[in-house]
Nanobody, 115 residues
Framework: QVQLVESGGGLAQSGGSLRLSCSAS????????MRWYRQFPDRTRELVAR???????DYAESVQGRFTISRDNAKNTITLQMNGLKPEDTAVYYC?????????WGSGTQVTVSS
C-alpha cells in the first residue's frame, strides 16, 4: 500500500503562483513514475505532468513553460510549481503513483484561479 497526501492548493489570482506538494508513504517503489493530474469543474481529467525515477519529465501542452514538476526520492515527495496561473487552471489536482503493477491516488487539492 502507498498513501499519497497532496498539499499547497488554494486561491490565486491570474498570473500568480502556487506550489503543490505530494508526500508518499508506505511501500514505496523508487522506480515509480509520479504524475500530477487535474480534474476540471466539468469533470474532465487531464494529465498535467509526470516525472520518472530518473528525473525525465513531460508536460501537457496547456502548462508547458508555466509548470515545473520535480521529485525528491530521498523524501518521497514530488512538487508542482505553478507559475503564470490562468483561470482555466482551476481544477482539483491529484497526485498519482504508478508502477507496472499498481497505481495509487491522493485525495486531491483544489486550485482556484481568479481572473
Amino acid at each position: 500500500q502507498v498513501q499519497l497526501v497532496e498539499s499547497g492548493g488554494g486561491l490565486a489570482q491570474s498570473g500568480g503562483s502556487l506550489r503543490l506538494s505530494c508526500s508518499a508513504s508506505g511501500n514505496i517503489d523508487s522506480r515509480a513514475i509520479m504524475r500530477w493530474y487535474r480534474q476540471f469543474p466539468d469533470r474532465t481529467r487531464e494529465l498535467v505532468a509526470r516525472i520518472t525515477s530518473e528525473g525525465a519529465v513531460d508536460y501537457a501542452e496547456s502548462v508547458q513553460g508555466r509548470f515545473t514538476i520535480s521529485r525528491d526520492n530521498a523524501k518521497n515527495t514530488i512538487t508542482l510549481q505553478m507559475n503564470g496561473l490562468k483561470p482555466e487552471d482551476t481544477a482539483v489536482y491529484y497526485c498519482n503513483y504508478l508502477t507496472t503493477a499498481t497505481s495509487y491516488w491522493g485525495s486531491g487539492t483544489q486550485v482556484t484561479v481568479s481572473s
